[in-house]
């Protein structure tokens, strides 16, 4: 039997850099009540959500990554032509083919880097983190840009009191390059399909085309099951990740969970057992909900506020819609 030529990649991969970007408009909780019968205080005590940014025309889904991408390829120190790879995880591009990563790949310059887009919800940008490890140190790529994108206002039921105040847009990149030592740890990742009905589009674009329903789609979720689902299930998932990357709770200087609930954030936090010195990532409050946005958005405010220091030991968990997550450790670039 003939033998293949084996791979030549990186012994391991490391996040390098990290940009993002909130659209310019600030949409405070007042705005919201427009059209819920709710309160502040509601808001605030249900989610900790008090303000969300909202994309305008220009704001694109490919707009806001390029800008997200070009801070985190000037972070990394290198250029776009030395990227091979480009991963989008999003599910507010609207059009079905061809994938947005293909026209940011080629709007940033890269040397016809492969580039597709993934659909795993709030768990996206950990999937893709995965993704970018694999082709590195396979070989197929020497540098990745993973981006977590999205324009979930598009997406939202104002009417809907439940969700109304939930989303906000944005996006976040890494650059994902070689390294010599470990550093984004094994991934613990999954899916209940059983559970998908928790967190879900209303109708399909169909029903929609034929005139079925004449209200848009949006994003609906039972909130009561998701958050008991994150809160019993996702604590599980993120101890098995410190425990496969062989890290303590001690031993962890940051934990930057999805900004789905400040409420579920500080659950978790009681249910591992974080210790004080532990530094938290709570950029819900000023971003809300930006699902596959919302790990690398946190990200890049810890390190540009010097809440986080570069190689800081961090635990990153995503999830949501599918029910999905992935979990892992990471050193902060």
Known sequence: MTKLKPSKGAPYARILGVGGYRPTRVVPNEVIL???DSSDEWIRSRSGIETRHWA???????????EASGKAIADAGISAEQIGGVIVSTVSHFKQTP???????????????AAFDISAGCAGFGYGLTLAKGMIVEGSAEYVLVIGVERLSDLTDLEDRATAFLFGDGAGAVVVGPSEEPAIGPTVWGS????SETIKQTVPWTDYRTGEVDKF???????QAVFRWAVFEMAKVAQQALDAAGITPDELDVFI???ANERIIDSMVKTLKLPEHVTVARDVRTTGN??????PLAMERLLATGEAKSGDTA???GFGAGLVYAATVVTLP
Do not use: C, F
């Open 34 to 36: 427009e059209t819920i």
């Open 56 to 66: 305008n025309d220009e704001e694109t889904v490919a707009a806001m990554s390029i």
């Open 99 to 113: 994938a947005v990563a293909t026209e940011i790949a080629d709007k940033l310059g890269t040397n016809k880097a």
């Open 192 to 195: 209940e399909g059983d559970k």
């Open 217 to 223: 789609p949006a994003i609906t979720q039972e909130g």
């Open 257 to 259: 969970p999805h900004q």
């Open 290 to 295: 930006t699902s596959a946005a919302s790990i």
């Open 315 to 317: 635990l990153v968990i």
